[in-house]
């Protein structure tokens, strides 16, 4: 089983969006993108109640998204809007037969 979670959204943000983003657009910046995960094979980005799939970053700016992901909607966030990392955790369950 593959899970994907972000922190609590009362613990520290991991970052902040750095402009407003559209539900359209396809990039977004971030004021510190450090905590991120690289371009290797993309990550996850919680901003408000959306979860965002990004297919690399370069320095501050995810690029690749692909808004709405995990039954969310993409919607419009303001500059400053604290964003979380996703960390995706695998299970593995032995089924004894």
Known sequence: ?????????????????????SPNDRSLTLLDGQRFPGSDDGGWVKL???WIYYAERRGDRLTGLRR????????AHPAG???????????V???TH
């Open 1 to 21: 089983m593959i899970c994907t979670a972000a922190q609590p959204s009362e613990l520290p943000a991991e970052g902040l969006l750095a402009r407003r983003i």
């Open 68 to 75: 709405g992901q995990r039954r969310t909607k993409a919607s």
């Open 48 to 50: 408000q109640g959306e």
């Open 81 to 91: 809007v604290r964003t979380h990392v996703g960390i995706t955790v695998e299970f």
């Open 93 to 95: 369950i032995p089924i």
